[in-house]
């Protein structure tokens, strides 16, 4: 029905991370200690979050992002009126784990948040909108 678009929903959200040094500049980063990551196991598992779309930082759709210890990831975003899944592929480059799908790109960081773990995504689609989550396990 709205394949496209469930596509580019889970890829503004999931590649919330957008481009590494292009989209990283969009939000300011928690004030956390950032976590070099070396290997798909340090962000493997399940995560969850809200992503906001940016620049007005708006809540746009409840995230559950499966990073698996291969190098792939799917997700599933909730906007409340549609359901959006979606897979891409995971590379590691400078401590980031940088994410591709057929719709778009996106920047993984890690964050110590006082012994919690958070995962900032940023993401960019290839329709020109970008976005932002802090997602937990």
């Known amino acids: 029905m709205k394949e496209p678009t469930n596509v580019r929903m889970f890829l503004a959200l999931a590649w919330m991370m957008a481009i590494s040094l292009g989209c ?5 980063r928690p004030e956390t ?4 990551i070396s290997s798909f196991g340090q962000v493997a598992g399940t995560w969850k979050g809200v992503s906001k779309r940016l620049p007005d930082m708006r ?4 995230i559950i992002l499966i ?3 291969k ?11 549609e359901l959006l899944l ?3 592929t995971l590379t590691i480059l400078d401590g ?3 994410a591709k799908t057929d719709t778009g790109i996106g920047t993984f960081t890690l964050h110590d948040q006082v012994g919690n773990l958070v995962l900032v995504v940023e993401a960019s689609l290839n329709d020109g909108h970008h976005y932002y989550l802090e ?3």
């Open 24 to 28: 990283g500049a969009l939000q300011d």
């Open 33 to 36: 200690p950032l976590v070099p």
């Open 59 to 62: 809540n746009d759709a409840w």
């Open 67 to 69: 990073i698996s210890e």
């Open 71 to 81: 190098g792939f990831f799917n997700f599933a975003s909730n906007r409340g009126m």
């Open 86 to 88: 979606g897979t891409g």
């Open 96 to 98: 980031r784990v940088h």
């Open 135 to 137: 997602m937990t396990r």
